[in-house]
């Protein structure tokens, strides 16, 4: 028997990785988990809430990860922080460990699914981009919401985010050994997404 198709994607804020990992869902029909969104709401809940963020984590609901704060430029900064903290992580490990080893196989993009949720993944892919690229892409996507936002606070806050979630001691941004580098700098969403599914191809055949 074969065992289940689990694809992981890492990488920091804005390299691209959740739109390829959805791409790369789709094709090989299988579910998508953005796991970026489950800290995003840890850490909105426990702000709107005032509650302790390990607390908050235990509640999340489906409904909350529809909400439209969580996409914020605020909201990636809170997760960021609450992500660092190892009850909150706990907190948010089993379910994220079930869903990559569903019998139907699964596609999660986030920080450490290579590393520690699903190590045992099929293909893993580490997806980057320059900070300055990265910023302009976010920054294209956070302006919409606020147009006061400038290029320079979102280059900010992503070299932040980057120092925080590399320098955490529990489960921090990092390549793991087996995953496959792609730098989607200089690549388009189209060639990009060309370059990640011949990269899982490789791995792991047309499946
Ligand atoms: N290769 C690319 N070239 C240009 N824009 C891209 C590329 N990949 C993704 N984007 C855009 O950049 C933004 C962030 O992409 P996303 O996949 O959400 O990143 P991540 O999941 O790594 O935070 C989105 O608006 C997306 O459409
Ligand atoms: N598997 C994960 C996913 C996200 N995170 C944290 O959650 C924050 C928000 O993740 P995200 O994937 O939504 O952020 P973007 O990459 O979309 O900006 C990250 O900066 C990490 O601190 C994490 O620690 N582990």
Sequence with gaps: MTQPLIIAFDGPAASGKGTLASVIAADYSLPFL???????????????????????AQRITPELLNDEALRGREAGER???????????AALKQFQIDFAHQPSGAVLDGRDIGTVIAPDATVKLFVTATPEIRAERRWKQLVKLNPALTFDEVLSDI?????????RADAPLEKAGDALLLDTSDLGIEAAIAAARSLVKDRCGDN
Excluded at 79 to 89: E, F, G, K, M
């Design 159 to 167: 070299r932040i985010r980057d120092a925080r979630d590399s320098g």
């Design 79 to 89: 997760a960021s922080q609450v992500a660092a903290i190892p009850a909150v992580r």
């Design 34 to 56: 953005d796991t970026g969104l489950l800290y995003r709401a840890a850490g909105h809940l426990a702000h709107v809430l005032g509650i302790d963020p390990a607390q908050a």
